[in-house]
């Protein structure tokens, strides 16, 4: 009798060994992964069933998120943390999609899902993406309601003075010659001024002005390349956002009547159809989905000095 209660014993701790063994060899291989941001360069992040991925930005606060598959995965953004993104397959199957982040100066990171299941036991999963800067952007405030400093140029060779000339300290006291612009809008009203343009690059100046009778809180400013249908009865059929390299604003905060100036600089499009335009995008905080659209000239009235 004793010897059949000692074989069961050893043969439960056999099977317990076993299953810690099995346990050990199921848990996936961790990562911390850092990499430079850059908008040409797709991302790839491992993820596994079970497990929560966190993807860092370098001092930029989080607009957007976009997934191509929300079924087979998941995101999540709190505004605790602005500058995490979450990530997590939904499912115990292997599954790949795509997704988009969008920070609030206007960057884009494209990243790719990729989810090996339950069933692969030497699978990799990225705990951490972190993103970091490269030595040669621009180094901007943590929060776009702070005015970003000056510019570093990379290399001697490139001329950076419209960027420096446009995103000088503006005093919104001080009246120019924008008040002889066309405004748009109503209640909230966009006049863009000089626009400067140096190689790629091109910087545009403009006012804003708070015509209600409260107070406002205003969003980045955006650049979108817009297009025109050729059927007369339907309106613009696209509109795509350019990247922006950098902006400042005054203040963000415009009580009843109050003025704030402005400058963008983006990269302009090497050519458009006839159609299209270039147009500035300002929108309240609270009213997105109905932004005041300034048109810019395709060619900018000033070049940059040498």
Not at 17 to 24: H, I
Not at 99 to 118: D, F, K, P, R, Y
Request: charge should be neutral; proline fraction near 6%; hydrophobic fraction near 40%.
């Amino acid at each position: 009798m004793k010897i059949c209660l000692n074989l069961m014993h050893v043969l439960t701790l056999i099977v317990v060994l076993c299953l810690v063994a099995s346990a050990q060899n199921d848990v996936p291989q961790a990562r911390v992964v850092t990499l430079t941001l850059d908008r040409h360069e797709v991302a790839i992040l491992h993820l596994r069933a079970g497990y929560v991925s966190s993807v860092r930005l370098p001092g930029e606060e989080v607009s957007s998120v976009v997934l191509g598959d929300i079924h087979a995965f998941k995101a999540e953004h709190s505004e605790a943390e602005p500058q995490l993104v979450f990530f997590k397959p939904i499912g115990t199957k292997p599954g790949h999609t795509n997704a988009l982040i969008t920070t609030s100066t206007g960057h884009q990171i494209s990243l790719t899902l990729v989810s090996e299941g339950t069933s692969s036991r030497d699978s990799i999963v990225d705990y951490v993406l972190e993103f970091e800067r490269p030595r040669s952007f621009v180094i901007t405030a943590a929060r776009p309601s702070v005015v970003i400093g000056d510019t570093r140029m990379v290399e001697p060779s490139i001329e950076k003075a419209p960027t420096k000339e446009a995103l000088k300290q503006l005093d919104p006291s001080t009246e120019t010659s924008i008040s002889s612009f066309h405004w748009e809008g109503k209640e909230l009203q966009v006049a863009v001024g000089r626009t400067l343009e140096n190689g790629e690059d091109m910087t545009v100046e403009f006012s804003i002005l708070n015509s209600s009778a409260r107070t406002i809180e205003l969003l980045p400013p955006q650049i979108q390349l817009a297009g025109a249908s050729q059927d007369k009865h339907k309106k613009a059929i696209k509109a795509e956002p350019l990247a922006i390299k950098e902006y400042r604003l005054t203040a963000r905060r415009l009580p009843p009547g109050a003025r704030v100036e402005g400058a963008v600089v983006f990269e302009r499009p090497a050519f458009k159809e006839s159609r299209e335009r270039l147009t500035l995008r300002i929108a309240r905080a609270d009213e997105v989905d109905k932004p005041v659209l300034a048109p810019i000239a395709f060619v900018a009235s000033t070049g940059g000095s040498k």
